[in-house]
């Protein structure tokens, strides 16, 4: 895995092979996202959509936790600045899970310690998720009295309707082997395990023709929820960026700074 690099927030290596390695590299924030950490991640799949070879890419976060969801106090600076600044936030964090989620080579999340609101989308996205059975997983948003809008369609994807009527409307946190029941997991494997899982999980996907994938995926997407076109993935934003500047979300963010319970009524 690459060394980590001090300021970067997300690391980048590809190897000979034409695999990528995207590491989230936030871990004093448990690789909680903030504008930088989009952005980054963003300049990070434009490199990979312009190498030649690629693959495969492999999505970790360095440290305990996977990701922790969002900076809840970027999220509160985000909330304060004016509309065109929220939608601006919320519109690159789609495209962030949008690109990923649309990657014409597989993607693998390996998951250890808390994967968290967006960190649930980030899983979704991918097309393989294998997690360490130390793995604790949330769909928190409605915690802050925010909306997961733009990782609805992935999750919907992964879990189906129903899972995410439950944990999308509870907030509640969920271990590894009921993310794997539910379907947001394929494999769980022990902590110290957890890079040789993922190791197996790209010598499979080497031995196939990259063509023959590519097709394969791009048929699979054509029925997928996440199949958004322009005008659905735009509403999305308005409501994520929206929510955030609500007066609920103003009393969850404050809640959360104040370490107490929120006050919705």
Not at 197 to 203: L, Q, S
Request: charged share 20%; with cysteine.
């Amino acid at each position: 895995m690459t060394e980590p690099k001090t300021g970067e927030p997300v690391l980048l290596d590809i190897d000979s092979r034409g695999v990528a390695q995207v590491t989230l590299n936030r871990p004093e924030r448990n690789n909680a996202y903030d504008g930088a950490l989009i952005q980054a991640l963003l300049a990070a799949l434009d490199t990979l959509e312009q190498t030649r070879g690629l693959r495969a890419v492999v999505v970790s976060g360095r440290g305990r936790h996977f990701q922790a969801g969002a900076d809840l106090k970027w999220i509160d600076a985000v909330r304060a600045a004016s509309r065109d600044d929220n939608i601006a936030a919320s519109r690159a964090t789609a495209q962030a899970i949008w690109r990923l989620n649309a990657a014409p080579v597989p993607t693998l999340a390996l998951i250890q310690g808390g994967c968290f609101g967006g960190g649930t989308g980030l899983a979704a996205a991918c097309d393989v998720v294998i997690a360490a059975d130390d793995a604790v997983f949330s769909i928190a948003e409605v915690r802050w009295g925010l909306t997961a809008a733009i990782i609805i369609p992935q999750l919907n994807d992964a879990i189906g309707v129903r899972q995410v009527r439950r944990y999308a409307l509870t907030g509640e946190r969920f271990s590894a082997a009921e993310a794997r029941r539910i379907g947001l997991v394929h494999e769980i494997v022990p902590a110290p395990e957890l890079q040789a899982a993922g190791a197996r999980i790209v010598d499979a996907v080497l031995q196939n023709g990259p063509q023959a994938i590519a097709q394969t995926k791009a048929l699979t997407l054509e029925s997928a929820w996440a199949r958004l076109d322009e005008a659905a993935l735009t509403r999305l934003i308005a409501l994520h960026a929206d929510k955030r500047q609500s007066a609920e979300a103003v009393e969850g963010l404050a809640s959360f700074k104040e370490k107490r319970a929120a006050k919705w009524s």
